[in-house]
């Protein structure tokens, strides 16, 4: 059964930290790797990761897919208040026509002033 | 530029009334569209997906339908609501695919819905 897991579910930290969040996956037919940030609504598109090695960067977010490994990890460096959210990982699968996601639980990150 | 609707914003409705919520994208053609659900506490689940009009694909039984009367509308429809159909209903749409590196799906802000 295709999969996407998050890690940690949850995450508190102060302003200032380095935070890692981690998405591990199995699926058929992988496309590609989307990373959303998700405050009260409607998530936000952050990044889309295609190929191993290649790090994507905005501002203090960055992100990195290892394909051997099947997964990705989101660095938020020198986090703020505005960083709290719910950061959701998919994985795009199947045929090109369709571009399904399958979403991982999201982790809930809180920044404390 | 693109722009994605979705009403109403929230909604509470009893058991075993009707359902009928709309999303309509602005600013594209052909676009392909997508309907999930979060429940609370949860990532998305996909529901249903269209890559045109009349064309429906089902992710998971349930008892919601989905209908797309036109190229940039997309309806989540069911008869009889049950208290398990109550969470966050997220539309989404995404180009066509054959646009190199346009792969993400842009999502609209949401109906909460409220089964009771």
């Known amino acids: 059964e295709d999969k996407v897991v998050q890690s940690p579910l949850s995450l508190v930290v102060h302003e200032g930290d380095t935070v890692t969040l981690n998405c591990s996956y199995e699926?058929?037919?992988?496309?590609?790797l989307l990373w959303y940030k998700q405050e009260k609504k409607a998530p936000t598109f952050l990044f889309m990761l295609?190929?191993?090695?290649i790090e994507k960067k905005s501002g203090r977010l960055s992100s990195i897919l290892d394909k051997k490994e099947l997964f990705s990890i989101l660095n938020i460096t020198a986090t703020q208040t505005g960083d709290s959210a719910v950061y959701l990982c998919?994985?795009?699968?199947?045929?090109?026509?369709?571009?399904?996601?399958?979403f991982g639980q999201g982790t809930t990150l809180q920044v404390k002033p | 530029s693109q722009t994605i609707h979705q009403w109403p914003a929230t909604l509470v409705q009893p058991v075993g009334s009707p359902l009928s919520l709309e999303c309509t994208v602005e600013?594209?053609?052909?676009?392909?569209l997508y309907w999930y659900r979060q429940a609370a506490g949860r990532g998305l689940q996909l529901l249903f997906y269209?890559?045109?009009?009349?064309?429906i694909s089902s992710e998971v039984p349930q008892n919601l339908s989905a209908s797309r009367p036109q190229d940039r509308q997309f309806i989540l429809s069911s008869k009889k609501l049950l208290l398990s159909d109550s969470g966050f209903y997220l539309c989404?749409?995404?180009?066509?695919?054959?646009?190199?590196?346009?792969?993400?799906?842009?999502f609209g802000p949401g109906t909460r819905l409220t089964v009771l």
């Open positions: 699926v058929t037919n992988f496309r590609s």
């Open positions: 600013g594209t053609s052909n676009p392909n």
């Open positions: 989404a749409w995404k180009t066509r695919p054959g646009l190199a590196g346009v792969n993400e799906q842009f």
């Open positions: 295609t190929s191993s090695g």
């Open positions: 269209s890559v045109g009009i009349g064309q």
């Open positions: 998919a994985v795009v699968h199947g045929s090109s026509n369709t571009g399904k996601l399958i």
